[in-house]
C-alpha cells in the first residue's frame, strides 16, 4: 500500500494530528520545531561541505538541534499521554505485505489505492494507482492537470454543501473522475472494488461516478449509468484497517443499528412520520445479521461513541440534521 510505506508514513501521522482533537498551538509548535531540525541539520551538512567548516558553528547548532529534540520529544509524549487514540491509530497503519493482503482477498475483490501528489510540478499533480488482486498486482502513473482541482471542487461543492445545480458541470466532472480514477484499470478489476483514497480523492463518491458521457437529450440524473452499477464498492482509508490481524480473526458480522427519533417537530422541516419505514429496515437487517439496534432515546451519542470502542458494521438510519 502506498499510503503504509515507510516514505509515506511521516505524512499519515501528520494526517492523523490534524484531523483529530490535538490541540492548534500543539501542533503548531511541533511542526516550528520540525522544520527548524531540518533547517539546522542542513546548515550542519552544508558546512561539513566547506575545505575549513567553522567547528564552533557546527558545535553551536548542535547545541540548539540538541535541545529541540528533547522539545519535540516532549511534545509527542504529551500528545500521547493526553490523546492515547492517536497513538492507537499510528500503530494501526504498520505495512501490511502484498502476501497478505492477497491470501484475505476474494477472487472478486480488487482493492484500488491512489497516490496523488500534493505539489505541482509544471502544471501537472501525478497519480499513482496501484491495484491488487489476490494473484496479481499492477500499477498506473498518470498526469493531472488543475481541471483535476477544479472538478474536485465542484464535486465537493455539490454533493457535501448542496452549492448549485449545475447539471451538466457536475455529471462532466463524474465522468472526468471515472475517465482518469478509474477506466486506466478497469481492466484489472474484479465484482468488488476497495477504494484507499488520498488527498481530495478521498471526498469523491465513487458510488456516483458516470461511466459514460452524458447524452445532449439528457436532462436530469435518472437513467445514468454509475459505477454503482458495475461494482460493490466499499472504501478504506488503510488497508491495515481492513486487513490488520485483529479484524481477521473476528468470526461472523455484527451490525449496530441506530435509529435516533429527533423529538421531530414540524421546525426540521419534515414530519415526525417520515422514518417509518425505518422500523422495516432494521427487522430486514437482523433477519440476516446478529448485532443490536439502538432506536428512539437509546440512539444517543454517548451510546454511539460507547459501540465504536469494538469492530462492527455501523447502520445509522437517520436525517443528516
Known amino acids: 500500500d502506498f499510503n503504509e510505506t515507510p516514505a509515506f508514513k511521516g505524512d499519515n501521522e501528520n494526517n492523523f494530528l490534524y484531523s483529530s482533537a490535538v490541540h492548534d498551538t500543539t501542533r503548531e509548535k511541533q511542526n516550528m520545531l520540525t522544520n527548524n531540525i531540518a533547517a539546522y541539520n542542513n546548515l550542519i551538512i552544508e558546512e561539513l561541505r566547506k575545505t575549513n567548516p567553522d567547528s564552533s558553528k557546527i558545535s553551536l547548532w548542535k547545541d ?131 477504494i484507499i483514497p488520498d488527498e481530495e480523492i478521498a471526498w469523491l463518491p465513487f458510488d456516483a461516478l458516470l461511466v459514460d458521457e452524458v447524452g445532449s437529450g439528457q436532462t436530469d440524473y435518472e437513467g445514468l449509468h454509475y459505477l454503482l452499477y458495475d461494482y460493490t464498492i466499499s472504501n478504506c482509508y488503510f488497508t491495515s484497517l481492513r486487513f490488520n490481524n485483529s479484524l481477521l480473526r473476528q468470526e461472523g458480522e455484527k451490525v449496530l443499528s441506530f435509529a435516533p427519533d429527533y423529538g421531530l417537530t414540524a421546525d426540521h422541516g419534515f414530519v415526525p412520520d417520515s422514518l417509518l419505514g425505518v422500523v422495516k429496515e432494521l ?39
Not at 139 to 146: E, Y
Not at 293 to 320: C, V, W
Request: no cysteine; glycine share 4%.
Open 64 to 194: 540548539i538541534l540538541f535541545d529541540m529534540n528533547r522539545e519535540i520529544e516532549k511534545i509527542a509524549d504529551q500528545i500521547n499521554r493526553e490523546f492515547p487514540l492517536y497513538g492507537d491509530l499510528i500503530q494501526k497503519i504498520e505495512t501490511v505485505p502484498l502476501a497478505r493482503l492477497q491470501k484475505h482477498l476474494s477472487r472478486e475483490e480488487t482493492i484500488v489505492d491512489y497516490l496523488l501528489s500534493n505539489q505541482y510540478n509544471e502544471g501537472k499533480r501525478q497519480l499513482y494507482i496501484l491495484v491488487i488482486t489476490k494473484d496479481n498486482f499492477e500499477f498506473r502513473k498518470l498526469s493531472l492537470d488543475s481541471l483535476f482541482s477544479r472538478n474536485a471542487t465542484l464535486i465537493i461543492n455539490s454533493f457535501q454543501h448542496h452549492v448549485g445545480n449545475n447539471f451538466i458541470g457536475l455529471t462532466g466532472a463524474l465522468a472526468y473522475m471515472y475517465e482518469n480514477l478509474i477506466k486506466p484499470v478497469r481492466e484489472l478489476i474484479g465484482d468488488k472494488l476497495i
Open 283 to 321: 427487522k430486514s437487517v437482523y433477519r440476516w445479521f446478529r448485532g443490536k439496534s439502538f432506536t428512539g432515546e437509546s440512539a444517543t451519542e454517548t451510546n454511539f461513541r460507547l459501540a465504536l470502542k469494538e469492530p462492527a458494521i455501523f447502520h445509522l438510519a437517520m436525517h443528516t440534521v
